[in-house]
């Protein structure tokens, strides 16, 4: 969240449950992760309500990134942070690919992953978070047959590296059709995943995915293997002109290099039935990009994909 230049005071409200006379309740604002104010009272205020702290400057509060945390008996209660003004944004981390489930188990892992689900009200998305400092405005958005139907905007106040993961609910079930998910660091678009939710009588029950492995040749003499070539494949979603216009780590969903015979292996399985873009590039021959590039439903691991390159 953002408020404008000027902002003289900030209200943080809240509700407090099981809190006892007598405890130690504290709290400190920061400003750009220095800290600016600080107070520590003994609770009088009742078992459980409703309340609120603030903190202000005649004249306006400086434009930055404003934190409170709270706490309980030295206890962390909760941390959370806001922008004021055009205060220069954090450095710019990055999102990890995606992956959707069916779940999350208590110790935050993806539980029945996939790409494929029904008869189900919430999906959940897990990501790797790097390169993220405390005061980034971040978004997400959500999109059913490419139509929006969620957005949300947030300032980052995790761990600068961290896994992390977010969902979309329904109120009974998530309605039948293609769902896309898109993350935005400072209004950029660096990440994106797509599934989908299927009728049941639809869903068959999703293939293991494979290990994909193959050799890289010179056209006109297969005999002789390309080293050192990169191999990338996008994640879903994500086109071969939108790499190429903006290439980024965050945008790769599985990726391999040559070895000096030619052969390489992709760092991640792939599920036989999705489709990706490809691109494959070194720098004495001719780029190769396609789009839609679909792994063999019928494949079985390890899956060969071999590719053809032409000197510049």
Same mark, same amino acid.
């Given at each position: 969240?953002?408020?404008? +230049?000027?902002?003289?005071?900030?209200y943080?409200?809240f509700?407090?449950?099981n809190?006892?006379?007598?405890d +130690?309740?504290?709290?400190?604002w920061?400003?750009?992760?220095?800290?600016?104010?600080?107070d520590?009272?003994?609770?009088r205020f009742?078992?459980?309500g409703?309340?609120?702290?603030n903190?202000?400057?005649?004249?306006?509060?400086?434009?930055?990134y404003?934190?409170?945390?709270?706490?309980?008996?030295?206890?962390p209660?909760f941390?959370?942070?806001?922008?004021?003004?055009?205060?220069?944004?954090?450095?710019?981390?990055?999102?990890?690919p995606?992956?959707?489930?069916?779940?999350v188990?208590?110790?935050d892992?993806?539980?029945d992953?996939?790409?494929?689900? +029904?008869?189900?009200k919430?999906?959940y998305?897990?990501?790797?978070?790097?390169?993220?400092e405390?005061?980034?405005v971040?978004?997400?958005k959500?999109?059913l047959?490419d139509?929006?139907?969620a957005?949300?905007e947030?300032?980052?106040?995790?761990?600068e590296?961290e896994e992390?993961?977010?969902?979309?609910v329904?109120k009974?079930?998530?309605?039948v059709g293609?769902?896309?998910?898109?993350?935005?660091?400072?209004?950029?678009r660096?990440?994106?995943g797509?599934?989908?939710?299927a009728a049941?009588?639809?869903?068959?029950?999703?293939?293991?995915p494979?290990?994909?492995?193959?050799?890289?040749?010179?056209?006109?003499?297969?005999?002789r293997?390309?080293e050192?070539a990169?191999?990338?494949?996008?994640?879903?979603?994500v086109?071969?002109?939108e790499?190429l216009?903006?290439?980024?780590?965050s945008?790769v969903?599985a990726?391999?290099?040559?070895?000096?015979?030619?052969?390489y292996q992709?760092d991640?399985?792939?599920?036989?039935g +999705?489709?990706?873009s490809?691109?494959?590039?070194?720098?004495?021959?001719?780029?190769?990009?396609?789009?839609d590039?679909?792994?063999?439903?019928?494949?079985?691991?390890?899956?060969e994909?071999?590719?053809?390159m032409k000197?510049?």
């Open positions: 969240m953002r408020f404008p +230049s000027g902002t003289d005071v900030l943080a409200t509700e407090y449950g809190f006892q006379e007598g +130690s309740f504290e709290y400190i920061r400003r750009d992760g220095f800290q600016i104010f600080q520590k009272v003994v609770w009742g078992k459980e409703a309340t609120w702290v903190v202000f400057q005649d004249g306006g509060l400086e434009d930055g404003y934190e409170l945390e709270m706490l309980l008996e030295g206890e209660l941390r959370d942070g806001v922008v004021i003004g055009d205060a220069t944004p954090p450095g710019q981390g990055s999102f990890g995606i992956t959707f489930a069916a779940g188990s208590e110790d892992q993806p539980v992953p996939g790409t494929v689900f +029904s008869d189900v919430e999906v998305a897990f990501f790797r978070a790097e390169g993220m405390n005061g980034t971040w978004s997400r959500w999109y047959d139509e929006l139907v957005e949300k947030a300032v980052w106040n995790g761990a590296e992390t993961w977010l969902s979309i329904a009974e079930k998530l309605p293609r769902y896309r998910l898109e993350l935005f660091i400072e209004g950029e660096v990440q994106s797509r599934f989908d939710v049941p009588e639809e869903v068959a029950d999703e293939p293991e494979v290990l994909v492995v193959g050799r890289i040749v010179e056209a006109g003499n297969k005999r293997g390309v050192g990169t191999v990338l494949f996008l994640n879903p979603g086109t071969v002109d790499f216009d903006d290439p980024k780590d945008l969903y990726g391999g290099v040559s070895d000096e015979e030619g052969y992709l991640r399985k792939l599920v036989p +999705s489709s990706f490809v691109v494959v590039f070194h720098k004495q021959y001719k780029l190769i990009a396609v789009d590039f679909q792994i063999d439903p019928e494949a079985t691991s390890p899956y994909v071999n590719i053809t000197r510049r």
